[in-house]
């Protein structure tokens, strides 16, 4: 039987990444640079997803600065900073996305959605972090500003 999205959110804690990130798009050709940025994020949020377009890749600032090259990315979008789950996250809540978002979007901010099977992260601007984790704190368990160097 599906699990009520919001009393799911009620038992959940939400993390929130030290670092400033950007979206990029590379382009097919530069699969090498994706996963060179994956390898070189270690310890910090990252995530690829490959379709028909490009690789976007969701990367810390301080490893695009290193292992990026700006002239190869098609677009490049932020500083942003992700806000992920950091509870067990039970897979059959239809509309868990959906209650988190609708009162980001409702207040005329953006949490973009990136799932994963175990926790799901929501990247927002750098600048609406703290009104977005506001947010979140009315209807979840709780939310934690993990400190620079922080294990969280």
Not at 57 to 83: H, N
Not at 109 to 133: E, M, N, R, W, Y
Request: glycine share 8%; hydrophobic share 40%; aromatic share 10%.
């Amino acid at each position: 039987m599906p699990l009520d999205p919001l009393e799911t959110w009620k038992t959940m804690k939400v993390r929130v990444w030290p670092e400033e990130y950007f979206i990029v798009d590379l382009p097919h050709r530069e699969g090498k640079m994706a996963l060179s940025l994956l390898q070189h994020s270690s310890g910090r949020f990252c995530s690829i997803t490959r379709d028909q377009f490009a690789f976007s890749i969701v990367v810390d600032r301080a490893t695009w600065e290193e292992w990026g090259r700006e002239e190869r990315a098609d677009q490049c979008l932020g500083p942003l900073r992700v806000l992920s789950t950091d509870s067990e996250l039970p897979f059959d809540v239809p509309g868990f996305i959906r209650t988190a978002l609708e009162p980001v979007n409702a207040r005329k901010l953006k949490a973009a959605p990136i799932c994963g099977l175990q926790s799901d992260h929501f990247f927002t601007g750098a600048a609406d972090v703290s009104k977005v984790a506001a947010i979140f704190e009315t209807f979840c368990g709780e939310v934690v500003f993990v400190p620079e160097g922080g294990a969280g």
